[in-house]
């Protein structure tokens, strides 16, 4: 068994094709000499991939206890109702991707997010409807 | 006898190097109670329930995957591990909570054993989702409902350990984590067979023998 192996070739196929699809997955394990449920296994522990096909831009939102006390929860609802989505959801015109994540270290914004690998703070429900309108 | 000596609970206790704080303990009759760990599986210190004091140690450590030191000095029964072990019981049963409380699966639960053997009162804890699973029935040999199981991992290490077939493994994170078999898709595996290793090996009811259509 390769197991160190796995978790770069998980992100590298994140990278190419946005997603980590079972075919995929399927490889991965081949070429490793893994269980797939091993490869499942690490690709769904993080929130950073995803086995299930992306918007153009994913939004993750902290759910981190710094992040929650200033209101995070209250972000994430904005964000729900600004696209109509709930977190694991993409919009029906593939625009936006919205996931909830741990902890991206910009405590000191918080409540903060990130739309692709851009940092967002100090957000405000109205603050989040400005930034998603730059968005394509 | 071996050459590693150590203290547990005052008593003069001695193993080969390599040896695990809980087999030292039971070679001298101390009994300190496990539920992720059994002695024929690689210990894994999933559970948490075996902890005990090390002397000099600022944490509690757990004794099923701890290895032995020269002049070690253990207590296995301080208020503040039996605090631990309790508190570890009432977590596991505050996500486990269903059905298998009321109905007859309740007496042969381990979960349920240590909570009546540590002492545990009514729950503390309330959750506000529990983790709830639709029951697994494809297989004919195994009949999986996660809504019960604790995630002490015994089945995932039976079947990779013993069995040597890999069925089960660990996804997603926190409180979303479940044993799962490949993609998350219920049990219904060609390697999968009649062993039963895995329903023997767990000490929930969360896998058990289907009660009908065994070919």
Redesign the interface.
């Known amino acids: 068994m390769e197991r160190d192996q796995l978790l770069g070739m998980i992100k590298e196929e994140q990278a190419k094709n946005g997603s980590v699809s079972?075919g995929a997955?399927a490889h991965i394990a081949q070429t490793l000499h893994l269980?797939?449920?091993?490869v499942?296994?690490v690709t769904?522990?993080?929130?950073f991939l995803s086995?299930r096909p992306l918007g153009r831009h994913v939004i993750h939102i902290c759910k981190s206890v710094p992040c929650f006390l200033q209101n995070g929860a209250m972000m994430a609802a904005a964000i729900e109702k600004e696209l109509g989505i709930s977190p694991g959801e993409t919009t029906s015109d593939g625009r936006f991707s919205f996931e909830l994540t741990n902890c991206i270290g910009a405590c000191d914004q918080a409540p903060a997010m990130l739309v692709d690998d851009e940092v967002y703070g100090d957000l405000t429900p109205e603050k989040i409807g400005e930034i998603l309108k730059s968005f394509e | 006898m071996g050459d590693v000596k150590l203290i547990i609970d005052g008593t003069e206790v001695s193993g080969p190097s390599g040896m695990t704080i809980l087999e030292a303990a039971n070679e001298t009759d101390i009994n300190i109670p496990t539920l992720c760990h059994r002695p024929d599986l690689k210990p894994e210190g999933n559970c948490r329930i075996c902890v005990v004091e090390v002397e000099g140690s600022p944490r509690l450590v757990a004794s099923c995957h701890t290895p032995i030191t020269e002049g070690m000095v253990i207590n296995t029964c301080t208020p503040k591990a039996l605090a631990a072990r309790k508190t570890v019981v009432e977590l596991l049963i505050a996500g486990h909570t269903g059905p298998c409380v009321t109905d007859e699966c309740a007496k042969d639960c381990e979960l349920h054993y240590l909570a009546a053997e540590l002492e545990v009162g009514p729950p503390r804890f309330q959750v506000k989702a529990r983790r709830s699973y639709p029951m697994e029935t494809l297989s004919p040999y195994v009949q999986r409902d996660m809504g019960r199981c604790i995630l002490c991992r015994r089945c995932v290490r039976a079947c990779t350990e013993i069995a040597k077939k890999n069925v089960f493994s660990m996804a997603y994170r926190g409180f979303h984590s479940k044993v799962v078999v490949d993609c998350d898709v219920p049990l219904d595996k060609e390697e999968c067979r009649d062993c039963g290793i895995c329903i023997d090996y767990c000490p929930t009811s969360a896998l058990t023998k289907p009660n009908k259509g065994v070919s």
């Open positions: 079972d997955m269980p797939i449920g091993n499942y296994g769904t522990f993080y929130s086995t």
